[in-house]
C-alpha cells in the first residue's frame, strides 16, 4: 500500500448504501409484482398484457439490483479508484465489465414499465387518436431503450476497449455524457405520458371528485420520473471518472432506484383493491361505522375497474372532434 494516501483514505467507502438500497428494492419489488398478480387474478381472473409486460420488467429491475451488489462486491464501487489500482487492480476490470451489464439493463428496464403502463392506456381508453398516440409513445420508449443499448455496446471502438486497461479510455467516447444523456429522453416520455390521459379524463361525464381520483392514480406514474431527474442531477455532479468506482456509487444507487420507482408506479394502481380491504378491515376492526361498498366514489376508483372508454367522431366541413359517450362507465 502506497504510504503518501490520507489516513483513513483506503477505508473510506459509499459502497454500503448501494448494497442497503439493492437489497431493500429487490424483496419490495418481488413483494409488489406478486401483490399486483394475485390482486388481479382474484378481481379478473387473468391477467392482461399490461400484466405479463410487468414480469420482464422485474426481472431487469431486479437484475440491475444484482449487477449493483456485485458492483460493490467485486468490482470496487464505493471505494477509491486509486486504492484499487495499488491492491486490487483485477476489480477495474470487474467493475467496466458489470458497468456494460448495468448500462444494457437499466435500458430495459426502464422501457418495460412504460410499455406497461401504456398497455393499461390502451386497455382503457380506445378512442383513434389516443390509442394513436400510446403507440407513438411506446414506439418512442422502444426505440429509446434500443438505441441505449446499442451505444452502450459500441461506446468503445472494442467490446474490451472499457476493461483493457492499455487503451481506455482513448478508445472510448465520452462514457459520463452516455451516463447523463440516459435520462433525458426517458424523462421526455414521462411528461407525455403523465399528459396524455388527463384531457380524456376530464371530459368524463363523471363527478368532479371521481376525475381528481382518477387523475391521481394516472399521476402515480410521474414516480419514476422524479427518480429520473434526481439521477441525472446526480450524473452531471459527476465532473470526470478519476475516482469513478468511488464517485459512480451515488449514481449506481439512482439507477436501483429509479428502475424500482417505475415498476412501483406501473403496479400501484392495481393494489388499489388490496389497499381498500385493507382500509376496510382496520375501520371494522377499530369498530367504525361501515360504509357501503355498493356506490363507486372517488375513493374507489382503480385501473382495473374501469371499463374502456370509447368514443365517436362527428365529421363536419371544418373539423373533426371527439365525442364522449354519456354511457361512459368508471
Not at 175 to 189: H, T
Request: net charge positive; aromatic share 8%.
Amino acid at each position: 500500500m502506497p504510504s503518501d494516501f490520507p489516513a483513513g483514505y483506503a477505508e473510506e467507502t459509499n459502497g454500503p448504501p448501494v448494497l442497503i438500497a439493492s437489497g431493500i428494492f429487490i424483496g419490495l419489488q418481488i413483494t409488489i409484482v406478486a401483490l399486483r398478480l394475485a390482486t388481479r387474478l382474484t378481481h379478473r381472473g387473468q391477467l392482461g398484457i399490461d400484466d405479463y409486460l410487468v414480469l420482464p420488467a422485474l426481472a431487469f429491475s431486479v437484475g440491475i439490483c444484482v449487477i449493483a451488489i456485485l458492483e460493490v462486491m467485486i468490482g470496487g464501487v464505493g471505494r477509491h479508484l486509486a486504492i484499487i489500482k495499488a491492491t486490487d487492480p483485477m476489480a477495474i476490470q470487474n467493475w467496466a465489465k458489470l458497468a456494460y451489464s448495468m448500462e444494457t439493463t437499466y435500458c430495459a428496464a426502464i422501457a418495460f414499465p412504460k410499455l406497461s403502463i401504456l398497455a393499461s392506456y390502451l386497455r382503457i381508453f380506445t378512442t383513434k387518436p389516443f390509442r394513436l398516440a400510446a403507440y407513438s409513445v411506446a414506439a418512442f420508449v422502444t426505440a429509446t431503450a434500443i438505441a441505449g443499448i446499442v451505444t452502450s455496446l459500441t461506446i468503445c471502438s472494442t467490446f474490451a476497449g472499457r476493461w483493457d486497461t492499455h487503451v481506455f479510455p482513448g478508445n472510448c467516447r465520452n462514457i459520463l455524457a452516455y451516463w447523463k444523456g440516459m435520462s433525458v429522453p426517458n424523462i421526455v416520455s414521462d411528461v407525455v405520458m403523465l399528459v396524455l390521459p388527463m384531457p380524456v379524463i376530464w371530459r368524463l361525464h363523471i363527478e368532479r371528485r371521481q376525475k381528481v381520483a382518477l387523475m391521481f392514480v394516472f399521476l402515480l406514474g410521474s414516480l419514476g420520473m422524479v427518480a429520473s431527474i434526481v439521477r441525472l442531477i446526480v450524473a452531471f455532479r459527476i465532473t470526470g471518472l478519476q475516482d469513478g468506482t468511488y464517485d459512480s456509487a451515488v449514481l449506481v444507487i439512482w439507477s436501483v432506484v429509479e428502475a424500482a420507482c417505475y415498476l412501483i408506479a406501473a403496479c400501484l394502481p392495481t393494489l388499489r383493491p388490496l389497499f381498500i380491504r385493507m382500509a376496510k378491515t382496520a375501520r371494522d376492526t377499530l369498530s367504525y361505522p361501515k360504509q357501503s361498498s355498493g356506490t363507486l366514489d372517488g375513493s374507489h376508483v382503480d385501473s382495473h375497474h374501469l371499463k374502456p372508454i370509447r368514443g365517436r367522431y362527428e365529421a363536419d366541413n371544418l373539423s373533426e372532434r371527439q365525442m364522449l359517450e354519456d354511457k361512459t362507465e368508471v
